[in-house]
C-alpha cells in the first residue's frame, strides 16, 4: 500500500520538533483531518508519513482519527540532508498558470526559495501567496523531499543581489552548462527573465554590475522552460 506524506507545521508538533522514535503525540489540523479521514478514508493502523519542512521525516501510525483529534505514534524517524547546492530562483513575474507551473518544478528539483520579481516587461503584478504555499507544500509532498521552499517578496531587478549570481539569456555570451561544469559555488542565485526576455536596459544594469549572463543555445525558451532548465543544470547531477 502506498504511503502517504503531508507536510505538517512544526507549530503543530509537541516543542515545535517532530517527536522521537515511540512517541505518540496529537494533531487537531482540520484540513490534514478532513484529508485523512473523510479522502482518503484513513483510520486507526494506517500510516503515513509526515514532514515538518526542515529535514526530518517520521514514519507515523495512526493510534486513532477522529473528527476533531488525530493521535498518532512515531514508528520511525529519519533526518534527509537537503540539495548539495543551495539555489534560489529568481523568478520575473510571468502568467499566472506558468508562473505556478515553475513553483511546482522548482519545488520538485530542489530549490531552496523562490523569489518573485518585477521586471521591465513583467505583465502579471503581484502573487497569490497562499495559493503559491498550497502548491510547494503539495509538491514537495509529492516529491518526497522534507524541506519547503520559501517563497520570498517581490523585489525588482535592480533590488536583485550581486554575490553568486547568474542571469540566463539568449544574449549570453558563455554556456550555462559550460558554466555549471567550471563553477561549483553555493549558495548560488539564478534569474530568469519574464515573457519577451529582458529589457536592453536590464541587460545593461546587469553588465555594469558584473553580473554573469549565461545561455542555453541557440533557441528560444519560453519563460518557464528556461526556469526548469537552469534549476537541472544548477541541481541535477
Not at 561544469?181 to 548560488?188: D, G, Q, R, Y
Request: neutral net charge.
Amino acid at each position: 500500500m502506498k504511503l502517504h506524506r503531508f507536510f505538517v507545521d512544526d507549530k503543530d508538533f509537541p516543542k515545535k520538533e517532530l517527536p522521537p522514535e515511540g512517541a505518540e503525540f496529537n494533531l487537531v489540523d482540520k484540513g490534514l483531518l478532513n484529508q485523512w479521514r473523510n479522502v482518503l478514508r484513513m483510520e486507526a493502523c494506517d500510516k503515513a508519513v509526515l514532514f515538518d519542512g526542515k529535514g526530518d521525516e517520521a514514519l507515523c501510525e495512526f493510534v486513532s482519527l477522529s473528527k476533531s483529534l488525530a493521535t498518532l505514534k512515531v514508528l520511525e524517524k529519519k533526518h534527509i540532508p537537503s540539495s548539495l547546492r543551495e539555489v534560489t530562483l529568481y523568478l520575473a513575474l510571468i502568467k499566472k498558470d506558468n508562473f505556478e507551473m515553475v513553483l511546482e518544478k522548482a519545488t520538485e528539483l530542489g530549490a531552496s526559495r523562490i523569489v518573485p520579481v518585477q521586471a521591465d516587461r513583467s505583465e502579471k503584478k503581484g502573487v497569490n501567496y497562499e495559493r503559491a504555499q498550497k502548491i510547494v507544500r503539495e509538491a514537495s509532498e509529492q516529491s518526497g523531499r522534507t524541506t519547503v521552499p520559501e517563497i520570498l517578496e517581490i523585489i525588482k531587478t535592480e533590488d536583485i543581489p550581486h554575490k553568486n549570481f547568474i542571469v540566463f539569456d539568449p544574449r549570453g555570451e558563455t554556456s550555462a552548462r559550460e558554466y555549471f561544469t567550471k563553477h561549483t559555488v553555493s549558495p548560488v542565485s539564478l534569474f530568469i527573465g519574464p515573457e519577451g526576455g529582458f529589457t536592453d536596459e536590464e541587460i545593461a544594469f546587469l553588465h555594469s554590475h558584473k553580473i554573469p549572463i549565461v545561455t542555453t543555445g541557440p533557441q528560444i525558451l519560453r519563460a518557464e522552460t528556461a526556469a526548469i532548465v537552469a534549476l537541472t543544470l544548477a541541481l541535477v547531477k
